[in-house]
């Protein structure tokens, strides 16, 4: 792999002519949870540092080793301890007296809306946690969840995490396919799931994707039951003898459940993403210490202030879908960990209007926003008239997360919704993270639109060179993470030398984490990320790997190669391209080729999900390749972003450029 197309372009225009800092506001910074004195304190003992931080949960059993890392790259946290993740997130702060405060401000996208307190969260999750033992699940056990974003989807992943079971959340909007591959990989016992949501208006349905994805594993189906929420009422078909409805096992089950303390490297859950091979990495997070890596990161970077509504407490609302990891860390376990009030809401942002979340923000008097540039990109589009029309001063802080922020975007971001006095915290980390790496602090930093800025308390982050050698300031190289951190992914479910050689192989020598990202540090050291240097592209802040849509539409009868590209896209950061080689006997004329394209979007829809249809299918004669047969995205990367195209030199036939970026058949 090499530093490759994404380094040499960075994000050119924006990075270099931005120039402004925000100083932290006065207010905030006067009572910032987290001050300069967290670099200084993690700089000089940074085990003694994590160790204080342990102390934000609670813990039944304490632990008698910070990090046992004898064993690198598989790292042991708060080797001894023993906790409840559940008990952690909920029943503690019903035994701390607040129990009556709004846990989740449910907002469903027809307009229903629920308050759910702390006290109700823990009889709910008590319920389940019944539920599912009676269902025969135990401790260890995998449980599948796959639904919308609906109170039941944090009571199911809190009800296993209470028992000990490990959940693995499937985003609502990948395909049976993608479903049925991710039950078989962690061997499932229960799904979870929901006769549908309501997205734009109409319910979606999720139960029938869960038949069909049972249905495709056949005898091999792990599946002994699938538990299901009554959401929209529409008609699902149920087999008795594995199908259980949510409302007859759960809402009749005991609220009683005691908690058991789990070993803190016992399994939490395993969140499938996607890697550079087809197959999607099954990324494993433990207990203790990604608890309180999400826990630290979400009170320091937020600077979030816990309580009720009579308490002044932040109103705080993530907008990430559960079926990602951001809905893992900061809908589920970090704010609930620190018994913060929220915003849950089900459905799109222009649905039934585009001022929606706007309305939801100043319904709910929500203080902080954490949010992803694809989204800000689109409201930028919709114009800054639409959010105009509504009460935003209760916002005191934004957050963004997923892709780089283009510096437009954060100041658009600071300017109409923030009204120039809310700090953006940009925020880099991944699935394998679990916790976010590096972040401005808002009561400390000076931000700089478009940057991330600096490594936060505790974290080992660099730049270097293809050697491992850090590169001095001003130059781009490889974004690393040079210590073990709370929250790194321990494994990869069921593969552990995929885990090494993906992760840590990279840089063996110097046993850094090589996070698949290339950066820059900018003159003053500031860390700016300019994206992936592999095959993970990056579409509204979801990965999705080349491959594995390559794989999809090779896997359709009448195509005989695939090469797919990211290629950059105002809006949703990138935007997916594929070039596709027909069988022979199969071309066909302009018209025909049309209606192929439209089948073959069809068909990556059905094999993977919505989500990785290509925005654009052209259907060439030959594709790039190099004469040792490595298909050059590169140049095809120049095509889809419309630039000249660049040294072809090393392709075995040079001439075929001209007949790919001549050839522009396509729809869409
Ligand atoms: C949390 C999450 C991880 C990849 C990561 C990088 C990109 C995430 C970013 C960012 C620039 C940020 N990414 N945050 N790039 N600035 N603030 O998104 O996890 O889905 O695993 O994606 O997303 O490329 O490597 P995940």
């Not at 629920?114 to 699940?137: F, P, Q, W």
């Not at 298909?631 to 990367?637: A, F, P, Q, T, V």
Request: with cysteine.
């Amino acid at each position: 792999m090499s530093i490759g197309a994404n380094l040499a372009e960075d994000t050119g225009s924006s990075t270099s002519s931005e120039k402004r800092r925000f100083e932290p506001p006065a207010d905030l910074a006067a009572e910032a949870n987290v001050t300069s004195a967290a670099y200084d304190r993690a700089a000089q003992d940074r085990l003694g540092f994590w160790a204080e931080q342990a102390e934000r949960l609670t813990w039944a059993e304490p632990f008698t080793e910070v990090l046992d890392w004898t064993d690198a790259p598989f790292a042991k946290w708060y080797v001894g301890g023993r906790l409840n993740a559940a008990y952690n997130c909920v029943d503690r702060h019903v035994e701390a007296g607040r129990g009556d405060q709004v846990a989740f401000h449910f907002v469903g996208e027809p307009g229903d809306t629920r308050d759910i307190t702390y006290a109700d969260l823990k009889d709910e999750v008590s319920r389940a946690a019944n539920a599912l033992l009676d269902l025969g699940v135990r401790t260890g056990d995998m449980v599948a969840i796959y639904l919308p974003m609906i109170p039941e989807a944090v009571v199911s992943m809190l009800a296993c995490a209470r028992i000990g079971a490990t959940h693995t959340v499937v985003f609502g909007g990948f395909s049976a396919e993608a479903l049925a591959s991710r039950i078989e990989d962690c061997r499932a016992k229960v799904v979870i799931t929901a006769d549908g949501g309501y997205r734009r208006g109409a319910p979606s349905a999720l139960k029938p994707t869960v038949d069909d994805a049972i249905g495709k594993l056949g005898g091999n189906s792990p599946v002994d039951h699938v538990l299901t929420v009554r959401r929209t009422g529409e008609y699902v078909s149920f087999d008795d003898a594995t199908d259980v409805w949510w409302h007859d096992v759960v809402d009749g089950a005991s609220p009683e459940h005691t908690p058991e303390a789990f070993d803190a490297e016992h399994p939490l859950y395993v969140m499938y993403s996607s890697g550079t091979t087809g197959k999607p990495k099954g990324i494993l997070h433990t207990t203790g210490g990604y608890l309180v890596g999400a826990a630290y990161t979400h009170h320091a970077v937020f600077d979030l202030k816990p309580g009720s509504a009579e308490e002044k407490g932040d109103v705080y609302w993530c907008t990430a879908d559960i079926g990602w990891v951001t809905g893992h860390s900061y809908i589920v376990y970090g704010p609930l960990a620190n018994g913060v009030t929220q915003v849950l809401y089900e459905g799109t942002p222009d649905s039934p209007h585009q001022g929606r979340w706007w309305e939801i923000v100043e319904r709910y008097g929500v203080t902080l926003l954490y949010t992803a540039p694809t989204a800000i990109r689109t409201f930028m589009k919709w114009g800054r008239e639409i959010p105009d029309r509504y009460d935003l001063s209760s916002l005191r802080l934004l957050g963004s997360v997923g892709e780089p922020i283009n510096p437009e975007a954060y100041l658009w971001y600071r300017n109409v919704i923030g009204g120039d006095r809310c700090p953006v915290v940009d925020t880099w980390w991944q699935t394998e993270t679990g916790q976010m790496m590096i972040s401005p602090l808002p009561g400390v930093t000076a931000g700089k639109p478009g940057s991330a800025m600096q490594a936060l308390p505790g974290i080992g982050v660099d730049v270097v060179d293809e050697n491992g050698d850090p590169v001095p300031n001003g130059s781009s190289g490889y974004l690393v993470l040079t210590e073990p951190w709370p929250a790194m992914l321990r494994t990869l479910w069921g593969d552990k030398d995929r885990f090494v050689e993906t992760y840590w192989a990279r840089f063996e020598k110097q046993g850094y984490y090589f996070a698949g990202d290339g950066a820059k540090k900018d003159e003053d050291g500031d860390i700016w990320i300019l994206g992936r240097v592999d095959d993970v592209m990056n579409v509204s802040g979801h990965r999705l790997s080349t491959s594995e849509i390559e794989s999809a539409l090779v896997s359709h009868p009448r195509v005989a190669e695939a090469a797919v590209v990211g290629a950059a896209d105002e809006t949703t950061g990138q935007a997916v391209f594929a070039y596709v080689i027909l069988r022979s006997g199969a071309e066909e004329g302009a018209s025909a080729g049309d209606a192929l394209v439209h089948e073959l979007r069809t068909h990556v829809g059905k094999e993977i999900g919505a989500i990785a249809k290509p925005r654009k299918i052209t259907i060439v004669p030959e594709l790039p390749k190099t004469r040792s047969g490595k298909i050059m995205r590169r140049l095809l990367r120049d095509v889809a972003e419309n630039r000249a195209v660049g040294d072809t030199t090393t392709l075995s036939d040079p001439a075929i450029m001209a007949q790919i970026a001549g050839d522009d058949r396509a729809v869409k």
